[in-house]
């Protein structure tokens, strides 16, 4: 019998499509530049530098951050940056909405950090994560702002989880 260690975290089930995309976007913008400046015969090593460097851009831009959650956490990594907040100690849970709804979630221990919600609605385990942290949060009455957005997103997801299965079903 094998020892079991501590569950690995939940991840963003489509982050690793999304940075093939992020991926391939820049490896053709990069091979486009340099054959277009190859073929009006002006490359140069400056240039092709250049082109290396704009899309390393392209490829910053496209990158999605990715989100993982396990007991009790919750972080997002972006291409600069990490953080992480404990999801059985949230202060607050706000949603912000606009071009990209998000959450914006605050810990007790003044850690805090922004996640996208359509993310949480596409990885059920990543929603798990967060729900349990969040009830434990409700548990011990650290949570002093945004139970209602809490209640509002679970409905929201479970809703659209239960559309979704369905459709798989087959049944309208």
């Known amino acids: 019998m094998h020892p079991s260690g501590p569950p690995s975290p939940a991840g963003d089930r ?3 499509g999304s940075a093939r ?5 820049a490896l053709v913008f990069c091979t486009l530049a340099v054959l277009v400046d190859w073929d009006a015969g002006t490359l140069t090593a400056p240039r ?3 082109w290396l460097g704009l899309s390393a851009a392209v490829f910053a831009v496209l990158l999605p951050p990715r989100v993982t959650a396990g007991q009790g956490w919750l972080m997002v990594r972006g291409p600069l940056r990490r953080r992480a907040v404990r999801t059985d100690a949230l202060v607050s849970v706000r949603q912000y909405d606009g071009v990209t ?4 979630l605050r810990d007790a ?3 805090s950090l922004e ?4 993310v949480l609605a596409a990885s059920p385990l990543l929603w798990h994560e967060l729900d349990a ?7 011990k009455s650290t949570l002093l702002h945004g139970e209602e957005v809490f209640r509002r997103l ?11 299965i369905l459709r798989t079903s087959g049944m309208p």
Not at 154 to 164: C, K, L, R
């Open 101 to 104: 709804a998000h959450l914006a």
């Open 133 to 139: 942290g969040i009830r434990r949060s409700l548990e």
């Open 14 to 16: 489509h982050w690793r």
């Open 154 to 164: 679970g409905e929201q997801i479970d809703g659209e989880t239960a559309q979704a």
């Open 115 to 118: 996640v996208d919600s359509r």
């Open 21 to 25: 995309f992020a991926v391939g976007c």
């Open 48 to 50: 092709a530098v250049l």
């Open 109 to 111: 221990y003044g850690q």
